[in-house]
């Protein structure tokens, strides 16, 4: 079975852009976040949306926006861009329950110049 | 709200030595924790995960972690690591409370494994 897709795999973008960022769940997975790892750091929660509805959104600005599709798949959007948005963003699949694994995707990693 | 602590940020170890990776956590709820790995230019994969049950949990690859509930720590252990275990740990916490599926991750531990 597929894992967790997203693209693109890289990107670079220049400051003031908007970016889109797409991420393909698990078959069967109804859940999808979207994580931030700054070089060096730890993964920091931006987003998780199940069934198409935002279930948490983590302490990023409103330039960061999200939405998940009927297929499951998801968007992550980035307006505005900063130098201080490089980094990789992860995407994350689950089924149901507090207790479900959350399976990563490889990530897009995006430069800001 | 919950956090993460890894107590070390590297750890050079040579190979066939045993290692611990250490992981603390704090929590005003009931929590579930999780190690990831991570590879060079790789997303995150799951090594090992407590739920319930057994404070004890291994991974396939001779990893192994014990939950202990009154020091709030979840370490990572292997009793002799190879060269192919040279990569960036991750503690996760993610609190048994709400319908969000949040995880918070410490800073994560390199392990350097030295030939």
């Known amino acids: 079975d597929a894992g967790v897709t997203q693209s693109p795999t890289h990107l670079i973008k220049t400051r003031g852009q908007h970016v889109t960022l797409r991420c393909s769940p698990i078959s069967g997975h109804k859940s999808v976040s979207w994580y931030q790892q700054v070089l060096g750091q730890g993964p920091q929660f931006i987003f998780q949306?199940?069934?198409?509805?935002?279930?948490g959104r983590g302490n990023f600005p409103d330039r960061f926006s999200a939405r998940q599709f009927p297929n499951y798949s998801s968007e992550l959007n980035v307006n505005a861009l900063l130098l201080g948005d490089s980094a990789l963003y992860l995407c994350a699949s689950s089924g149901t329950g507090r207790g479900e694994t959350q399976y990563f995707g490889p990530g897009t990693r995006l430069l800001v110049l | 709200a919950q956090s993460v602590t890894q107590l070390d940020s590297q750890v050079p170890v040579f190979e066939e030595a045993p290692v611990e990776l250490r992981c603390n956590y704090s929590s005003s709820v009931s929590v579930y924790l999780f190690w990831y790995v991570q590879y060079p230019n790789q997303g995150l994969q799951l090594l090992l995960k407590y739920l319930s049950g057994s404070t004890l949990v291994e991974s396939i690859n001779g990893f192994e972690a014990e939950f202990n509930k009154s020091q709030t720590s979840f370490h990572l252990r292997k009793p002799s690591v190879h060269i192919s275990d040279t990569a960036e740990y991750f503690c996760?916490?993610?609190?048994?409370?709400?319908?969000?599926?949040?995880?918070?991750f410490g800073q994560g531990t390199t392990l350097q494994v030295k030939p």
């Open positions: 949306y199940y069934e198409k509805e935002e279930r």
């Open positions: 996760a916490v993610k609190g048994d409370t709400g319908n969000t599926g949040k995880l918070i």
